[in-house]
């Protein structure tokens, strides 16, 4: 399980299910973090169960003095986490990525929303886009701080 993680002073998602389907707002969150999460076939349970621990206890927020010593928990930060699969194209031969490395929705799906799950187990606010749909992410970076997380 892979994950792009940016520190955010807003963030919105977008979901429009179908070609002739007008955007709408399906998530939308203050200061916290937006998470881009893609899964690989072999991911599991223990997987999902790591990521959400890892990305609640982050210390990448900013203490009296600026320094990155705080956890979502300790500052009340929100969570957006939107599902892409694009984390897993693999772009080492050719122009066009290959997906071969990214999990099926039927895979991926029910993993995410257990990473979600962990995450609001924790008492943190967490918002999510939808899966199968085409969606717009609009964020404010803050600091810029952007990780890579994998479990």
Not at 84 to 112: C, I, N
């Amino acid at each position: 399980m892979r994950a792009v993680v940016q520190r955010v002073k807003r963030a919105e998602v977008l979901s429009r299910p179908g070609p002739d389907d007008d955007y709408v707002c399906v998530g939308r969150i203050g200061p916290g973090a937006c998470v881009l999460i893609g899964v690989t076939h072999d991911d599991g349970q223990a997987e999902a169960d790591a990521m959400s621990r890892k990305l609640a206890g982050l210390r990448i927020f900013g203490d009296d003095d600026g320094v990155m010593n705080l956890g979502a928990a300790e500052v009340d930060a929100e969570f957006l986490v939107v599902s892409q699969f694009t984390l897993y194209g693999d772009t080492t031969k050719g122009r066009r990525p290959s997906w071969v490395a990214a999990a099926r929705p039927e895979h991926a799906e029910p993993l995410v929303d257990r990473v979600v799950d962990g995450l609001r187990s924790t008492g943190l606010r967490v918002e999510t886009g939808r899966f199968r749909t085409d969606m717009e992410v609009d964020l404010v970076n803050d600091g810029p701080v952007t990780l890579i997380v994998e479990t």
